[in-house]
Nanobody, 127 residues
Framework: QLRFKESGGGLVQTGGSLRLACTAS????????IAWFRQAPGKEREGISC???????YYDDSVKGRFTVSRDNAKNTVHLQMNSLKPEDTAVYYC?????????????????????WGQGTHVTVSS
């Protein structure tokens, strides 16, 4: 059974950077699109980035130009490089995988309904 584990979260100052990792076990990532979501206190979980099996990527406007998603299938890992962090980026970050899913502005529902999820990693950006 496919499982994910997120890592790399922490406390960083405004303008700083973090690199999150989403590592899969139980299966290979080759046939899965991977999405990154985040959930801030009191808010709904929202999709912010996604990478398909063909490496097509999608970014929400809130992170476009600051975050970069990449995948290393050989290491069964997807990374989210987060630069120019802002206090509003503070949240728990999750990764989710769905087989051969399309990434785009309307793909959140697919991942929320069908995705395999990790436990999340906390990111706190201080002002």
């Amino acid at each position: 059974q496919l499982r994910f584990k997120e890592s790399g979260g922490g406390l960083v100052q405004t303008g700083g950077s973090l690199r999150l990792a989403c590592t899969a076990s139980g299966s290979t990532l080759d046939d899965y699109s991977i999405a990154w979501f985040r959930q801030a206190p009191g808010k709904e979980r929202e999709g912010i980035s996604c990478i398909q099996t063909d490496r097509t990527t999608y970014y929400d406007d809130s992170v476009k130009g600051r975050f970069t998603v990449s995948r290393d299938n050989a290491k069964n890992t997807v990374h989210l490089q987060m630069n120019s962090l802002k206090p509003e980026d503070t949240a728990v970050y999750y990764c989710a995988g769905v087989g051969l899913a399309l990434c785009g502005p309307n793909s959140d529902r697919d991942f929320l309904l069908r995705g395999a999820w990790g436990q999340g990693t906390h990111v706190t950006v201080s002002s």
